[in-house]
């Protein structure tokens, strides 16, 4: 069964700072690593995903880097925005055989400060 | 399209009480996942379904729990009986294909309080 570690907890960051969120992951796949955005009260929303044999995306602020080696990938917001303020999960394959099974992270509530 | 609708948002029951829990998928798409999202243990894939058939149920806790999906259009997760250690945040999401490249589409979920 793959498990994912997923850290900071909660993070706070200033507005225009760079929001950073590490995940671990234990079971290799060939298939995206996304991460979902929730907002309080909704259902996670997808944000963005990579393939894993890519090592870094980009779409706007938010960038996922990826690296396989070290079975680990993080988010990246540049330029954090209050709007921003939300909870975020990283999600792995929960098999090899391409199903869509997603295994979801513990989640990082970030907070940023105007 | 409305996205994936599940209701009810809130249910409020007595330990004991049998609880049902409904979810409309986005058309056209053939999978169809239930999460459950707690504190403590975040968010835990309970079941799935590829085209209305189950293909995973190994999150499912315990017996009290059932899922079915006669139809493409609609789900429903049941648990009897209930026990207070079933509050939680239940979603409901759809995806149209196979990998994790599609992405999913949640619902809005449903809070279930069980007194």
């Known amino acids: 069964q793959q498990q994912v570690k997923q850290s900071p907890q909660s993070l706070i960051v200033q507005k225009g700072g760079i929001s950073i969120i590490n995940c671990a992951y234990e079971?290799?796949?060939?298939?995206?690593f996304p991460w979902y955005q929730q907002f309080p009260g909704k259902g996670p929303a997808l944000l963005i995903a990579?393939?894993?044999?890519?090592s870094e995306k980009k779409e706007g602020r938010f960038t996922i880097s990826f690296n396989k080696s070290a079975k680990q990938f993080s988010l990246h917001i540049m330029d954090s925005q209050p709007g921003d303020s939300a909870t975020y999960f990283c999600?792995?394959?929960?098999?090899?055989?391409?199903?869509?099974?997603?295994?979801f992270g513990q989640g990082t509530t970030l907070q940023v400060k105007p | 399209d409305a996205g994936v609708i599940q209701s009810p948002r809130h249910e409020v029951t007595e330990m004991g009480q049998e609880v049902t829990l409904r979810c409309k998928p986005i058309s056209g798409h053939d999978y169809l996942f239930w999460y459950r999202q707690t504190m403590m243990r975040g968010l835990e894939l309970l079941i799935y379904f590829n085209n209305n058939v189950p293909i995973d149920d190994s999150g499912m806790p315990e017996d009290r729990f059932s899922a079915k999906m006669p139809n493409a259009s609609f789900s429903t997760l049941k648990i009897q009986p209930s026990e207070p250690r079933d509050s939680a945040v239940y979603f409901c999401?759809?995806?149209?294909?196979?990998?994790?490249?599609?992405?999913?589409?949640f619902g809005s979920g449903t809070r279930l309080t069980v007194v």
């Open positions: 999401a759809s995806s149209p294909g196979p990998g994790s490249s599609y992405g999913y589409t």
């Open positions: 999600a792995a394959p929960g098999d090899s055989s391409n199903t869509g099974k997603l295994i």
């Open positions: 079971n290799t796949a060939f298939d995206y």
């Open positions: 990579i393939r894993p044999d890519v």
